[in-house]
């Protein structure tokens, strides 16, 4: 839809200029979305297999996953993080701490 809204305003006012508001407009709505993706990325690059189970069985309850199928398409992270409630948080914080711990004790390659 911003792309659209752009292309239209650009071709209406025969100003192809216009087309840089896409940019702007479009980093506005998901600039945050996406680094919020990419930091939830490297967190689960670095779990353990047994730590990804726990966070899959955490994440297969009914109630949040009702909250996810509610939630926005565009908003991964946002509506990840929202539905997990607060048991769920601290069971991503100890995740994520977990992760992070053997990655600083862990030999470097």
């Known amino acids: 839809m911003i792309a659209a809204k752009w292309v239209a305003e650009s071709v209406h006012s025969r100003d192809p200029s216009r087309l840089e508001g896409y940019e702007t407009e479009w980093r506005e709505t998901f600039e ?12 689960f690059e670095r779990l353990s297999n ?6 899959i069985s955490t994440l297969s309850s009914p109630k949040l996953l009702a909250r996810l199928g509610k939630s926005d398409f565009d908003f991964h992270a946002t509506a990840f993080l929202s539905a997990l409630g607060v048991v769920g948080l601290f069971t991503l914080a100890r995740l994520v701490a977990s992760a992070e711990v053997r990655q600083l004790l862990s030999p470097r390659s």
């Open 32 to 43: 945050k979305e996406m680094k919020a993706m990419t930091r939830l990325r490297g967190v």
């Open 50 to 55: 047994r730590e990804v189970d726990l966070l």
